[in-house]
Each structure stands twice: as structure tokens, then as C-alpha cells.
């Protein structure tokens, strides 16, 4: 079922709230309904600035939403479109290309990430997610799948990391 848009706000609030009050969130319920992500272990690790959190947290909140290529949101994302959204709660502004995302901020080694660091997969760069947290980014992977976590290692492909925040 999906939520109604009033809803949906209140809910982006209450992320917001609760973020600026320190408490990380875990959406259980929506990891449930998508049944790849039973592999996630742990809870997502802090990020290390305020904007990289609200960035983790909009992209979390999103989880169970569809793929739709092209889409930037509120309600289907494609990868770049759901790191578009994500960053743009937290006051970037980033273009709808993964290709262009990968390109912006500085590099991070694959041994560096944090939390809302993008990452980025094939060559030419062609996916990206947002790292975090023990091993795992939350993305919007392909067509007839739905936001959801997956681990960075099971992903062919490794290509590059930035930071932006």
C-alpha cells in the first residue's frame, strides 16, 4: 500500500526530527517487504556530517519505492534520480546522471567510505548508490525492482567513491 503524499511529508518531517535529535534510523518494516535485503545485519552507521545524514536518511525513507528510469521522485526513482532526491534534502544539488555524479566532490578509497558517500559501479559509470554503512548502500538497482539496500560487494563492478558532504 502506498502512502499518501500528506503522510509521506509528515513522515520526511519526522526523519528530519529525529536525525537533528541524534537517533539513526532503521526501517525494519520496509526492509522487510523487500525480500533481498533479509541479509542485512546491522543497523546503518552514523554519518559524519549533518548533511551526509539527512542525505542516508531521505534515501532510507524511501525504501519499497519503485525503479522507474528517469524518475527523481517523490514516488519511483532510478539510481541517480534517488541520489538526486536524497542529496537534495540535504542542500545539494546534484544532476540526474550517475556518469556527471561521479565526477563531483573528492575521491574516496573504497577502505574509506562513510555514510552518504556515493558509489559507483561499471565502466563507463552507468549505477550509483549511497554508501551506508557496513559494506551496504541503499539504491535503486534496475527495472521491476524497488529502492532497497544491497551489499557494495555483491555488486559487479566496483568503480570509484565520492564524497560530497
Known sequence: MRTAPARRTARGALVALLTGAGLVLTPLAAQAAAPDT?????????A????AQI???????QLGDPYVWAA???NSFDCSGLTQYAYKAAG???PHSSKTQSTMGTYVAKSDLKPGDLVFFYSPV?????YIGNGQMVNAPTAGSVVKITNINSMPSYNTARRLA
Open 38 to 46: 533479509a541479509a542485512v545485519a546491522a543497523a546503518p552507521a552514523a
Open 48 to 51: 559524519s556530517t549533518a548533511k
Open 55 to 61: 542525505a542516508v536518511d531521505t534515501a532510507l525513507a
Open 72 to 74: 527523481a521522485g517523490p
Open 92 to 94: 545539494i544539488s546534484l
Open 126 to 130: 552507468s549505477h550509483v548508490g549511497i
